[in-house]
C-alpha cells in the first residue's frame, strides 16, 4: 500500500521560509517521480515542482519547476529515508495554498518529464499541509 503523508506547513510571514516533508511509504524504492502541487480555495490545482531519479544506474535527480516558483522552491528527495522534501524560500502571499504530495506510477525518463505539471500523471496524493503567508 502506497502511503504519503506531508507535513511542515505552517503561517509565516512574507519573505519567510519552509520546509514540506512528504513521508513515503510502499513506492519509490527503486525509482520515483514525485511532484508537489498547490491549491488555494477557488483555484485549480496547480503543479509547483516534480522530481524524477532513482533506477537505471541513475546517481542524479531530474528537477522540474513551475515559472511562478523556479528560483524560490527546491525539491529534493532523500533515498535513504524515503522521504520528498520541498524547500521553500522568499515566501509570498500567493504561496498561500494548501500542498500536496503526488506519486506517478507511470515512472520513466519518456513519459514523466513532460507531463510532470499535471494531476492525472499522479496516482497517489498525500492528504496535504496547509501553508498561510501573512504579516
Known amino acids: 500500500e502506497v502511503r504519503l503523508v506531508e507535513s511542515g506547513g505552517g503561517l509565516v510571514q512574507p519573505g519567510g521560509s519552509l520546509r514540506l516533508s512528504c513521508e513515503v511509504q510502499?513506492?519509490?524504492?527503486?525509482?520515483?517521480?514525485m511532484g508537489w502541487f498547490r491549491q488555494a480555495p477557488g483555484k485549480e490545482r496547480e503543479g509547483v515542482a516534480g522530481i524524477f531519479g532513482g533506477g537505471g544506474g541513475r546517481f542524479y535527480d531530474v528537477t522540474r519547476y513551475a515559472d511562478s516558483v523556479r528560483g524560490r522552491f527546491t525539491i529534493s528527495h532523500d533515498k535513504v529515508l524515503n522521504i520528498n522534501y520541498l524547500q521553500i524560500h522568499d515566501l509570498r502571499p500567493e504561496d498561500s495554498a494548501m500542498y500536496y504530495c503526488a506519486a506517478a506510477v507511470q515512472c520513466n525518463t519518456l513519459d514523466y518529464p513532460p507531463n510532470w505539471s499535471f494531476a492525472s500523471t499522479y496516482s497517489y496524493w498525500g492528504q496535504g499541509t496547509q501553508v498561510t503567508v501573512s504579516s
Open positions: 510502499g513506492y519509490g524504492t527503486n525509482r520515483y517521480c
